[in-house]
């Protein structure tokens, strides 16, 4: 299976990658999903779920030492919890556009998304 990436910095300058691993492709009427086995070396072990539903809403989850669980949905601010080997935090993203053009052959899926922190929040006891 060949996975393409394409990276768009906030500046708007685009940062092409593509790489090759292993997965599978599942595709259903309602639902589609793809799994994948990153490449990365920081993120070894670590397996990616892409769910799609319709051109609406898209679930993305990491297992592994890297455990993530982000959901998209197009026009909506999410929370979504991201572990890493440094800790734990709680992140959001907001879905600027998603494209779903996936069939049976595969296809493409496409999906603008930015995402932040959360804030810490912090106390003082006297």
């Known amino acids: 299976m060949i996975v393409d990436v394409k990276i768009t910095t906030q500046q708007g300058k685009e940062e ?3 790489f090759k691993t292993s997965g599978e492709f599942v595709y259903g009427t309602d639902s589609s999903m793809l799994l994948y086995n990153e490449v990365d070396p920081e993120l070894a072990g670590v397996v990616t779920q892409i769910t799609t539903f ?3 809403r898209i679930l993305m989850e990491r297992t592994g ?3 993530s669980r982000m959901e998209f ?3 909506e601010e999410l ?7 440094y800790g734990e935090m709680q992140m959001y993203s907001y879905t600027f556009a998603i494209s779903n053009c996936l069939n049976k052959c595969g296809g493409t899926l496409e999906f603008e998304y930015s995402i932040g922190s959360a804030p810490i929040a912090m106390t003082a006891n006297a």
């Open 79 to 85: 929370a979504c919890s991201y572990k890493i080997p």
């Open 16 to 18: 092409p990658l593509s």
């Open 54 to 56: 319709s051109s609406k």
């Open 65 to 67: 030492d890297w455990v």
């Open 73 to 75: 949905k197009l026009g």
